[in-house]
């Protein structure tokens, strides 16, 4: 049994602590938070639960064998890196931090004392996502020409933090877990309503070494919710739904065939009519996916990571790669889409 | 009765013969095309038609009052000029001309003369769009936050022009219709997967000199089809999705409260849980649609124009405005989404 | 080319018109409808097919080789009669007639005359429903436990005949053409909402000889338009939804497993948690389907068992037996449900 | 405080002892279930409350105010009358009994004991529901003309009870609390799948005595599931989806126009052509529901009626009512749909 303490009971602790707790391999130690009532609620709930209102606390008792952080972002890394100087192995919510920089010295700080780093890029871990890998490495899909997202709904807005870094930072996580290339360039739109408050309508095109794009886009202030990624690729195209109760991810045979072809005219006019795209239109497939809540798949990892010693499928480098295109994507927001490079 | 010449028997052209036809104020009395095989079809539906290869004659026939133009838009300058030249009426396909120049010498030319020059902005004259307007008129949506507007579908690939000014042209001519504001600038980004053909995957942005922005995104390579608007405003918010059969429009009476707050705790650590803003989540609405044919409202009206010597609602300023963006917007893409100014 | 006359230019008739002159195996001589407002609109359309509100004159004109009646079900028989004694081939609106008895004799009449009798079951001609027969003919469904159909909208009321003779004979017509098996009994059950008129809502059960049971309802007083069509088999269930634009069928692999259980429990309360019935799920798929016209499709094999003396699809035998079915469904709707034996 | 034992922890139990707990008014002292493994999970989550595998112990508790009952519905009977005796107030799951005259003797003993006796009819509680009653109660929908339902899935197959127990008896438990008629007959069909268990599909048609109709659709073996009603007014009509995240109720502002008209042909031909009735169709619109958990508000009534002694609105003679169709119905499918009359 790994003896966890988690740091913040807010929104998304609670799912924390119950997967910890129905793991089988952990066992939530302490809960930490600075609202009474929310520690009340985990007495409430999990009697056998130490409770504080000091994270501080949390992190140096010595019965704690990791740390879960589920704060706000601008306190993860001082939260992390005080875990980590404990000598306890760390989980962080996404995104990692608030600076490529403050992430490298985690991973640093991580790689030195042979501890466990891991971000909760809870996305990677569904069992869609990690269909449509399966389908990108076998090549299913082809070559892919476009990944593009649409994350919309109304709220909930975040005082420190802008749409992008609250709701782009899902889709940044699945193209990184599913595609090798790196982006080498972002361009980045947006525009706040809220006197004094970040953006909370963002656009952002991510451009590769190659004839593909990524685009996402995210709004907290949406009528309607909805969660729906198009994939392109040259043999298949891939739309995931992750609002759809059972078919989550539908593959469709389609796309277009190129074929060489002579203008069939001598005017202007006639010439515009020739074409040498065909259009493939085959059966459409929605595979059954496995079904487990992505935060046990996950808590089951982080588990075996630090019995192994292995390296997590989200570990500090992935979530680094993450912050990195956040920070690039908010300078290019600031210049209305100009476009910045990334290392 | 008006008295229309049509040029192009395409994609588009047999809508055009088939409204003049049945609008009961206007007949058809010459249709030309380069292909035989599109006249001799002309021909089996209206034996009474006159057809011609030769645009030329149709354009300088005394019996033609009007021309509508309905080829490629490489060709909508030269056509539309001949036409003006003529002393003929001109109705013609969006996007008007291939650059602004072009749109503006046919607005002078059509002045000078005194005749109507009308570009095809179909979109403007559904029983969706007017609603929305007259909600924006009305006041209804409260000041407007967002429109942001998704075009996707498989084909129909273009060899002369890019995506854009195939698909995003409709939402740039709806904006105009129904927003007041001018866009003061705009950003784009865009790839091919076609080597030698133009951008099929587009993404769109417009700035406007307010805390209000606009987005596009059109694609020629989707699996699935996709005609879906939101515009977002403080009062209200609005779903447009024209494939809906009957509830095209849906009207949410949802949106943000924003209230003063104090700061309710000393720490970094709590003050972030502090928010000020409030959400309203009311009735939904789909209003009824007066269910009229677009094109057939789209020729009373050019016939209209044609007898009172009035403005059309898409006359050449108009489509001058939405050339402006599209080759604005051309240009951004060129710069992988570099904001270029609009005049 | 076969010489076809059309009795009937309604609702229906224009669509038979149009595809027997777009088929390029027949042409359509002459066109007879007791309004001349709709005789007009032919030959505005068409002006080279000859028009009469007398289809006594229609039936006997030698230049005519088959008569297409689209006209109220009340005069199927007496035109279909009168056209077979003048030597014509015929086909008939669904459904055949309005009795079984009338039918009979169309049948001993076509066939003593060597005449082609087919009556128009669109639906057996789609794409969508000859890929099911082909699934239920390869066994791909495993053993029907069910068909369970769907069919509602506001309108069109008909004065002559209830709903089920309008709506359930689409279901009729494509169970017929899809199972081997025929119904045993009928129940139906309905109530009509307008004084004086046909009933508008009813609902149909059909029992088979073994455990499998077929269900219809029809509505004329829905405020949404629903086609939905569930079949159920013991391998895989197919969602047949005839208003989804591109994938109309969907099967999915899933179902029930039966394997032997021993109670685990003494008292009664512990027996019912027993079951011996697992679950079964698997993937779905949406097969590309023939997009060709169902109109066209079934034109065409008018014209060929035509010319081949060849047995059609929807002969008099399977309008019979869909005929057969409604006379029995109306008796038992008179008598709330009481089960009504097939022959 | 009331104090509750619930009995049966299995599908259902979980929800009822977590929503006691959370009401604020009561709490759940003792769980009893036969399962050994389910009193082990009752114990984890709630390490306070006692757990028993003997019923019998729990109910003559002196401790306990009122009993939950969450088993099959063969035990309902037994177990509640054992807690009426032991002067208990009694919460049963739907449906009440497994016949009339056992929740006829319920009615009484409880009656007779001034207990309160509550049915669990869960969707009366629902937000849509409620807002469905007063669309009727106001007069909104007009004359109701039908009432048509349709819920399928696949699974859970009770070994106990057949379809229409298990699925109908939630619309046969909504009718009876948003209208005021009664029904006077039942007819009813459906069918088995797996030898010797209940059938698992099944229709249910209910006459009432005026031009009203109800149709009920359950299916244990759909491939997909569906929570579908049609309420059809002559004023109004309204789709109430169970399924839709937040729109489940639309309320359609269409229907019929009946006027006189008069025949306008002499001939039989020409006479079908006459109608008399007109269509209409406005608006659609979607009220904003309240969202608080259905069992939350049902179990806060039941601890209301406990306090004031008031009457249930879903009490013994409502689970009366249901269980007496049910019985009806059950016969009426014993007979193939032959209708049977109800007192």
Redesign the interface.
């Given at each position: 049994m790994v003896s966890v303490g988690v740091i913040g009971y807010?929104y998304w602790g609670p799912n924390l602590v119950r997967n910890f707790q129905e793991s089988g391999v952990a066992r939530v130690t302490a809960v930490s938070d600075?609202?009474q009532g929310r520690l009340d609620l985990v007495r409430g709930?999990y009697?056998?639960i130490m409770t504080t209102p000091d994270h501080a606390a949390l992190i140096t008792r010595p019965d704690v064998d990791a740390v879960a952080i589920a704060?706000?972002v601008?306190?993860h890394y001082d939260l992390a890196l005080s875990a980590l100087r404990a000598g306890k192995h760390v989980f962080v919510e996404k995104p990692l931090t608030q600076t490529a920089e403050q992430s490298r010295r985690l991973i640093d700080e991580a790689e030195r004392r042979g501890l466990i780093l891991m971000v909760d890029h809870t996305f990677i871990y569904t069992g869609a996502v990690r269909k449509i890998k399966a389908l990108v490495d076998a090549g299913d899909l082809g070559e892919i020409?476009?990944y593009?997202s649409?994350r919309?709904n109304?709220?909930l807005?975040q005082?420190?933090v802008n749409v992008i870094w609250d709701l782009a930072v899902h889709d940044l996580a699945i193209m990184g877990f599913i595609f090798t290339e790196q982006p080498v360039?972002v361009?980045a739109?947006?525009?706040?309503?809220?006197p004094g408050?970040p953006a909370n309508?963002a656009?952002l095109?991510l451009?590769f070494d190659r004839?593909?794009?990524a685009?996402i886009?995210v709004?907290w202030?949406?009528?309607?919710?909805l969660r729906r990624t198009?994939i392109?690729g040259?043999r298949r195209?891939?739309?995931y739904d992750d609002?759809e109760?059972s078919?989550k991810i539908?593959i469709?045979?389609?796309?277009?065939e190129?074929s060489n072809g002579k203008p069939r005219?001598e005017?202007?006019?006639?010439r515009?009519?020739?074409?040498?795209?065909g259009?493939r239109?085959?059966?459409?497939?929605?595979?059954?996916l496995d079904g487990t809540e992505a935060l046990r798949r996950e808590v089951l990892h982080f588990v075996d990571c630090i019995r192994q010693g292995a390296r997590p499928e989200s570990g500090g480098e992935a979530g680094l790669a993450v912050v990195t295109i956040l920070e690039a994507a908010t300078r290019?927001m600031d210049?209305?889409?100009?476009?910045v490079e990334l290392p």
């Open positions: 807010g600075l609202s709930r009697p056998t704060t706000p601008g306190t020409y476009y593009d649409e919309v109304l709220g807005f005082p420190d360039a361009s739109t947006g525009i706040g309503h809220v408050k309508v656009y095109t451009y004839p593909m794009i685009h886009n709004n202030l949406s009528p309607v919710k198009l392109g040259s195209m891939v739309v609002l109760p078919e539908k469709y045979d389609k796309g277009i190129l005219g005017s202007e006019l006639e515009v009519y020739e074409t040498l795209i259009y239109s085959g059966d459409m497939h929605a595979p059954k290019s210049a209305r889409g100009a476009p």
